[in-house]
């Protein structure tokens, strides 16, 4: 079980993370649930094809991309992941670049959608992604 904190204004920024920026909003995320987190991999085991994952889930995205490793290396889908660096940053410092270094353990290119720019190598992409919450589009 883990818990979840609801922002009523915007229910789509709730969030698994008890952020910073939650605790300094409070009164934006008073509702907080319990709520069941299953691990993708395992969920996801029996499924023969997976073509495409998004991934938009305020500041969690580090845990699924490690709950869907195996996914990743074997069905090698195509993705789509909200990126948001000033989420990543304020809570644990230098996740932005965790998680793009992860990202390219599994993919060949990573096209900032805002932007159209592809990058092949994580160096730049923290570059131009940093402070910033943009979507990544992941392929090999």
């Given amino acids: 079980m883990k818990k979840i904190y609801i922002n009523l204004e915007n229910v789509a920024g709730s969030s698994l993370i008890e952020k910073k ?72 410092r230098g996740l932005s670049k965790q998680i793009i270094n992860f990202l390219f353990g599994f993919y060949k290119y990573i096209e900032i959608i805002e932007n159209k720019k592809i990058y092949k190598s994580a160096r730049p992409l923290l570059k131009d992604a940093l402070g910033k919450q943009l979507n990544f589009f992941c392929y090999n």
């Fill in 21 to 92: 920026s939650f605790l300094e909003n409070r009164k934006k995320y008073d509702k907080i649930e319990n709520i069941k987190v299953v691990n993708l991999d395992n969920f996801l085991r029996k499924e023969k094809k997976i073509d495409f994952i998004k991934i938009d889930v305020e500041g969690f995205e580090f845990q699924v991309l490690k709950g869907i490793k195996n996914i990743l290396k074997i069905k090698k889908p195509k993705m789509v992941i909200e990126f948001s660096s000033y989420i990543y940053e304020k809570e644990y």
